[in-house]
């Protein structure tokens, strides 16, 4: 059983920052990313990064999001500056290795207040 933990998540004011880990217990991903879903909404990507460091970001985070990754720690962070309310949702990290199929992490709140 792999899990993927997240953690950073939190209530934070509108132009601030904040920091999400996620950490897999098992094995390393050939790509990990950060999704998230709004109530009501459907889950989006945000951002993810390749083993190789290829990274691909939604453009309603570009500029102000930065995806990174550990490989040896099998870890990967996203950095979020300048956050708006319509930022918040629960994020959740994904882990896709080089057979098929995706893990997700239980997902973590951000929360942004204007």
């Known amino acids: 059983q792999v899990e993927l933990v997240e953690s950073g998540g939190g209530l934070v004011q509108a132009g601030g920052s904040l920091r999400l880990s996620c950490a897999s217990s098992?094995?390393?991903?050939?790509?990990m990313g950060w999704h998230r879903q709004a109530p009501g909404q459907q889950r989006e990507l945000v951002a993810d990064?390749?083993?190789?460091?290829?990274?691909n970001y939604s453009d309603s985070v570009k500029g102000r999001f930065t995806i990174s990754r550990d490989n040896p720690k099998k870890s990967v962070y996203l950095q979020m500056n300048g956050l708006k309310p319509e930022d918040t949702a629960v994020y959740y990290c994904?882990?896709?290795?080089?057979?098929?199929?995706?893990?997700w992490g239980q997902g973590t709140q951000v929360t942004v207040s204007s």
């Open positions: 098992r094995f390393g991903f050939s790509i």
């Open positions: 990064i390749t083993r190789g460091g290829v990274i």
């Open positions: 994904r882990g896709t290795p080089p057979w098929s199929g995706d893990y």
